[in-house]
């Protein structure tokens, strides 16, 4: 089995390994940090990078950044105005 794949149970039967990615993609993720956020959240403390916490903390962290961009699709012209504050600057002023 891959470092991706994991087992689930189903309620009768059986089924085999399920792959991250296969997941990601059966479910349409394509947003970059949403597919990390939900990578983070499936194995989370499973990969041997990290602990716990950590993967929860990175995973809190790619959930900010998939608002972040889904705000900028919704509303474009408020990002590209030079007068409006950067996305990023939020995560600064933390």
């Given at each position: 089995m891959s470092k991706h794949g994991r087992i689930i149970y189903p309620v009768t039967g059986s089924l085999p390994p399920i792959d991250v990615y296969a997941v990601l993609d059966a479910f349409q993720v394509t947003c970059p940090a949403r597919q990390h956020a939900i990578k983070k959240l499936l194995c989370t403390g499973l990969?041997?990078?990290?602990?716990?916490?950590?993967?929860?903390?990175?995973?809190?962290?790619?959930?900010?950044r998939a608002i972040e961009l889904e705000q900028v699709?919704?509303?474009p012209e408020e990002w590209t105005n030079p007068d409006h504050d950067s996305p990023d600057d939020d995560l600064h002023s933390e």
């Amino acid at each position: 089995m891959s470092k991706h794949g994991r087992i689930i149970y189903p309620v009768t039967g059986s089924l085999p390994p399920i792959d991250v990615y296969a997941v990601l993609d059966a479910f349409q993720v394509t947003c970059p940090a949403r597919q990390h956020a939900i990578k983070k959240l499936l194995c989370t403390g499973l990969r041997g990078k990290g602990d716990t916490l950590r993967d929860l903390r990175e995973a809190k962290a790619s959930v900010q950044r998939a608002i972040e961009l889904e705000q900028v699709r919704a509303e474009p012209e408020e990002w590209t105005n030079p007068d409006h504050d950067s996305p990023d600057d939020d995560l600064h002023s933390e």
